[in-house]
């Protein structure tokens, strides 16, 4: 039986990726954050839809994930919600994610952030870009999922 993770686990997902984009293969990854970052993160001030992972000098990056600072953050520190931060992976992994993304049409996005033994974790895809025609099949196969739930939910009452 598969192991489902914590729904207390989830911190933020990108639902707009998955619109977007077909996933070839996904990556867990650590992040470099600072401490009033980690505290923002257990209250949820967070918001991953317009990040993106870029590669630079054989390390990866996340841009455009929006850390919301507390009203409570420390007087000494100058908190920057849209900084950006470093992702941890291994070497191996980021070398054949150099490869693939050199490759026309694919790209690198963040699809949630969660805990993992008590660390941050960003979970990223390796993805394709979809055409105006794919993104319809996308809604109309979501929209004939609603109905059929909602044809089932008539008949069992």
């Excluded at 520190?77 to 470093?86: A, L, N």
């Excluded at 993104?135 to 939910?153: L, N, P, S, Y």
Aim: glycine share 8%; with cysteine.
């Amino acid at each position: 039986m598969a192991h489902k993770p914590d729904p207390q686990a989830r911190i933020a997902d990108n639902k707009k990726a998955a619109y977007n984009y077909f996933f070839e293969e996904k990556y867990e990854a650590g992040m470099v954050l600072q401490g009033w970052e980690v505290k923002a993160l257990r209250e949820g001030k967070v918001q991953l839809t317009d990040g993106y992972v870029v590669i630079k000098g054989g390390e990866m990056f996340i841009i455009g994930c929006q850390i919301n600072p507390l009203k409570t953050a420390s007087t000494h520190v100058t908190p920057d919600s849209i900084r950006t931060r470093k992702l941890l992976l291994h070497k191996e992994q980021i070398r054949r994610l150099i490869g693939k993304v050199e490759q026309k049409g694919y790209t690198l996005v963040p699809l949630n952030l969660h805990w993992k033994a008590g660390k941050v974790k960003c979970e990223i895809a390796l993805a394709k870009g979809k055409a105006e025609h794919d993104k319809r099949d996308t809604i109309r196969d979501r929209e004939g999922k609603r109905e059929v739930e909602r044809a089932m939910k008539q008949r069992s009452r």
